[in-house]
């Protein structure tokens, strides 16, 4: 229930466009005990702005139980998800919201916003252009294909969309940033820099706007070789990045769980984690592809693709059902005691994972690719004995300088990014882990170093087929095509779209900055054959 005089002050402080003001007597509200979805929304807004991500997003939680038929408060609840890292609930949120009210503009636009963070850029332009053709005399739709656009390189066309927007909405902060995106691929990185000052120095610019805007004022700063400069823009920005997911919700150290799972692994017989062959219907031919965050994945991915009969899925928590269950030391002690039942139960969950995302898997290669999958090679081993594993290995310092100067989407593992000295022990224990895996369980791997495969792409590839069981064709040279056809849902889009980039030494412009943290890594700089 909801006081009348409650109810009177907040519709007063909306009257006046004062969401602070309806947040705080919500939550006020809610202290004397008023329950009602409304309360829970404001306040679960007003947390959110102030910062505390996670708080917003449990308010907002209690309002979807409360009334989970009303498309504004779907949509309300879906927003500050996508704070929290929630992404894929905030995209089911708002799809829900929408198909409720197929014409909220706001359902429409925070799902865009959604789906540009999940790196989704296709996706995203789609569901931004909705919003212009709902709202042409609004800016948010005409800013955000904007950004879609500048983020694939298509400045010109960026330039017309933002411009557009820039007239209906002069101070819109996702217009400057598309703007200002533009203006370092052209090289006009003086206006950039002026752009983006301008921009972090408003006090009204939202914490996540904050962050995205610092990161490109980093990148506007490194094309001129100002790298002090960018340095302390880029850790300004990882700042204000980890700020927004500290407080008493913070996520524990993700190199610590790492850790044990090392142990866990190193302690145990290797036949604990030898499974039967699946009796879950799959796929014909299974490949993950794995490695670490800015490793090269995608674009192997994009080259695999070009292949026949293949199906690949980005990033997506497809063993989340056996994570849950099984991926803790004490799970992976007892590994061995997975029954039949058990092990069948979660593969089907992973595949029911890979056609829900539109996939059907039987007769085809399918390709898991992330990154960061090099936690869960004990399940792999124990759930899936037939598939293959791909490993990509790059420069670690290269690795470690791009984690540390990209955003991501927010997660235990990418709040290690955030600190310089975290990302590199981090990645050192996921290494660790990597190495342990591939010694002690029964896996079929590949190594490739994205170094070979810029130097020598077609023995490189044809090396990779011949492991994965699918025909080489002078196509793969072209796996740029495949990449514009089928969609690259990671922020390696545009890198991936542009033939071969090659990222090589790009640390060493920054190697004083990286000095702290070359000894954690040096070790497998070494292994890994880059100390030339």
Known sequence: MITPQTQARIEAAL?????????????????RGERHAMLYVFAGLWRQRAGDAQGGAMRLREATRLDPENPGVLTAAADVLRFTGEL??????????????????????????????????????????????LAPDTAPGHAGVAAMLAQLGRTNEARVAANRALALAPVDPSTHMALARCDIADSKT???????????????LLAHDRVVALSLLGDALDSQGATGDAFRTYSAANARFADMHAGPNAPPHHRNFVEAIDDAVKAGDPARFSGAAPAVPGAANHIFLLGY???????????????????????????AAAADAWLTPAGIAAIGTMTADEAQVLRSAYWQVVRDAGIEPLG??????????????????????????????RDPRDVVWSCFRRTFVFSPAT???????????????????????????????????????????????????????LPWTEAMRRFDRTASVRGVKTRSAAQVRSRLFDGGGQWRRYASQLEPVLPILEPWVEKFGFAA
Request: proline fraction near 4%; charged fraction near 25%.
């Open 15 to 31: 009257s006046d466009n004062d969401l602070n003001s309806a947040g705080r007597l919500s939550e006020a509200a809610l202290d």
């Open 88 to 133: 894929r609930e905030a995209v089911r949120l708002f799809d829900r919201a929408l198909s409720l009210d197929p014409l909220s503009v706001a359902a429409w636009y925070g799902r865009a916003q959604t789906l540009d963070t999940l790196g989704h850029i296709d996706a995203a332009m789609n569901s931004f252009m909705r919003v212009a053709e």
């Open 190 to 204: 003086d206006a950039a820099i002026a752009r983006l000052r301008t921009l972090t120095a408003r006090p009204d």
């Open 293 to 319: 965050a800015r490793s090269g994945t995608t674009l192997v991915e994009q080259v695999l693709a070009t292949a026949p009969r293949v199906e690949t899925l980005e990033e997506e928590p497809t063993l």
């Open 364 to 393: 085809q290669t399918f390709i898991d690719m992330d990154p960061l999958k090099a936690v869960q090679l004990p399940l792999i081993a124990r759930l899936f004995p037939e598939a293959k594993i791909v490993v990509m290995r």
């Open 415 to 469: 709040y290690e990014f955030s600190n310089l000295q975290r990302a590199a022990r981090h990645y050192d224990a996921v290494m660790r882990l990597t190495e342990t895996c591939l010694e002690k369980l029964p896996l079929q791997v590949h190594s490739m170093r994205y170094a070979d495969l810029i130097n020598d792409f077609d023995g490189e590839t044809q090396r990779l087929c011949a492991f994965a069981g």
